[in-house]
Each structure stands twice: as structure tokens, then as C-alpha cells.
Nanobody, 126 residues
Framework: QVYLGESGGDLVQAGGSPRLSCAAS????????MAWYRQAPGKEREWVAE???????NYGDSVKGRFAISRDNAKNTLYLQMNNLKPEDTAVYYC????????????????????WGQGTQVTVSS
């Protein structure tokens, strides 16, 4: 199993540039693509960006050119650099890890599902 924990959320002014982190633990060798999602009050969860295990990236239209996703596999950590924040970026931000499944770890063969963190709140004031 993979466990995720986000940090870095805060109350920031419009135009600010915080960085979110997502630390992974557990069977991290089984992680393939990682992604950030966000959910604003009263809205559905929205895909923000993703990065493959070979560092290929994709972004949602609403954040393209302002946000940058990266990962440090040695530290088992996913990042989201957020630049030029707008009030409409206010949301709870979640990280997700998609697994290689099945995944062989030593003598174990694991059948895994997507893992999610608990979320971190980002509030942008105008």
C-alpha cells in the first residue's frame, strides 16, 4: 500500500507563489504516475496536473503556465509550485499516486489501487 501526506497549504494573497509537497511512504517502488487534484467548495474534484515516473507532465488549462509539477523520486516527494495565484485557485489540494499493478516487492505480489492524500487547504485572498 502507498500512503500520501500533503503539506504547504496556506492563506496567501493573490499573486503569491506557494509550493505544495506530497510525501509518499509504504510501497513507493510501486508508484507510477502522480497527480494533483483540487476541490473548491460546492464543486467537483478537478484534475490539476500529472507527472509520469519518467517526468513527463501534463496540466489542466486553468493552471497551465502558472503551476509546475515535479517529483523527487529519491525523496519520494511530489511538488506543485503554484505561481501567480488567483482567488479562483482557492481549494483543497489533493495528491494522487497511481500504482504499477501488479507490483512485485520482494516475495510479495501486490494488487494496488490509486492512493490519495488527505488534502491541504489553499486559500487565496484578493
Amino acid at each position: 500500500q502507498v500512503y500520501l501526506g500533503e503539506s504547504g497549504g496556506d492563506l496567501v494573497q493573490a499573486g503569491g507563489s506557494p509550493r505544495l509537497s506530497c510525501a509518499a511512504s509504504g510501497d513507493t517502488i510501486c508508484i507510477s504516475t502522480m497527480a494533483w487534484y483540487r476541490q473548491a467548495p460546492g464543486k467537483e474534484r478537478e484534475w490539476v496536473a500529472e507527472i509520469s515516473n519518467r517526468a513527463g507532465t501534463n496540466y489542466g488549462d486553468s493552471v497551465k503556465g502558472r503551476f509546475a509539477i515535479s517529483r523527487d523520486n529519491a525523496k519520494n516527494t511530489l511538488y506543485l509550485q503554484m505561481n501567480n495565484l488567483k482567488p479562483e485557485d482557492t481549494a483543497v489540494y489533493y495528491c494522487k499516486a497511481e500504482p504499477i499493478s501488479p507490483c512485485t516487492v520482494g516475495p510479495r505480489q501486490l494488487w494496488l489501487f490509486d492512493s490519495w492524500g488527505q488534502g491541504t487547504q489553499v486559500t487565496v485572498s484578493s
